[in-house]
Nanobody, 120 residues
Framework: QVQLSESGGGLVQPGGSLNLSCAASGRISSIDGMAWYRQAPGKEREFVARITRGYNTNYVDSVKGRFTISRDSAKNTMYLQMNSLGPEDTAVYYC??????????????WGQGTQVTVST
């Protein structure tokens, strides 16, 4: 019912920047929370950042001051601007979107993941 399309991952040198995007499409009536998670090799998926319908944000401590989450509600799109990247940020990044579809049913969708690799 709801599809998420992620983009913006890639290979970047330490200290570099990337901007991830996540666009939601389908029979969407409204979107509540939008969030980014990541999963590094051999580790469990972890929360990175969240933005609410009211544009309140919160971040995992390790990315505070370096990452900025934002959303364009008119486009049902979320972004993650990542600055001062380090090797510890290497992971597959997943977007997660929760809301309601047009028949009033809730949805909780995940993107396919986009690889971010920070390396020389």
């Amino acid at each position: 019912q709801v599809q998420l399309s992620e983009s913006g991952g890639g290979l970047v040198q330490p200290g570099g920047s990337l901007n991830l995007s996540c666009a939601a499409s389908g029979r969407i009536s409204s979107i509540d929370g939008m969030a980014w998670y990541r999963q590094a090799p051999g580790k469990e998926r972890e929360f990175v950042a969240r933005i609410t319908r009211g544009y309140n944000t919160n971040y995992v401590d390790s990315v505070k001051g370096r990452f900025t989450i934002s959303r364009d509600s008119a486009k049902n799109t979320m972004y993650l601007q990542m600055n001062s990247l380090g090797p510890e940020d290497t992971a597959v990044y997943y977007c997660n979107v929760r809301g309601y579809i047009r028949d009033g049913s809730p949805f909780n969708s995940w993107g396919q993941g986009t690889q971010v690799t920070v390396s020389t």
